[in-house]
């Protein structure tokens, strides 16, 4: 009798790694690690496409005359002077961890004054949520105005978390530095 029990159980026990045999991805690994290349970036995707993402944005550093607005279908930040140095700057409120983010990329224009000192920026920097255009460990510089257009900033080797800023600057005499943006996103 025992050996007809222990037989039972060991046909049960057959037949059951038969039929999950071909089942290993039944449950997930323990080790998401390695050559998964399934595994998703959590930070990839729009940090600011129109005013649902506004909570994100503070203001950043100002200097000089100008404003700035969070309108519903994009950023605007205006940087004019008369006789010195002007700049705006919006900066999200919490630095994003960049490690699986290879790129940002940012739709926007710029319809200030033509000139060499109309510059425009987006920036990436670990150390410094209200700095400067210049206080940054990546950037993406513009002069002049130009039309609408996407460009992208390489982050792929950065690693950690980073506050991400646009600036408008004019750094001459009666000019002014006009940004629209209307998106940026991260791209894993």
């Known amino acids: 009798m025992k050996r007809i029990i222990k037989l039972r159980t060991l046909i049960v026990l057959s037949l059951i790694i038969i039929l999950f ?20 970036c959590p930070q990839a995707g729009y940090i600011y496409r129109g005013s649902s993402y506004n909570p994100i944005w503070v203001n950043g550093f100002g200097k000089g005359e100008g404003d700035q607005y969070l309108f519903d279908d994009f950023m605007q930040l205006n940087a004019h002077t008369t006789r010195a140095t002007a700049e705006k700057s919006y900066v999200i409120d919490k630095p994003i961890d960049l490690t699986c983010i290879n790129s940002i990329v940012i739709d926007w224009e710029n319809i200030g004054f033509e000139g060499e000192n109309n510059k425009s920026y987006l920036v990436v920097s ?3 949520k ?9 950037k993406l510089e513009l002069i002049k105005t130009f039309k609408r257009r996407i460009d992208t900033l390489d982050v792929s080797t950065l690693k950690g978390n980073y506050y991400i800023r646009v600036h ?5 005499r009666n000019g002014q530095c006009k940004i629209n943006v209307y998106s940026i996103e991260l791209i894993q």
């Open 130 to 138: 209200y700095g400067r255009y210049d206080n940054n460990d990546k």
């Open 126 to 128: 670990a150390s410094s």
């Open 168 to 172: 408008a600057l004019e750094d001459g």
């Open 21 to 40: 045999s071909g089942c290993e991805n039944i449950l997930p690994p323990n080790d998401i690690s390695g050559d998964n290349t399934d595994v998703q």
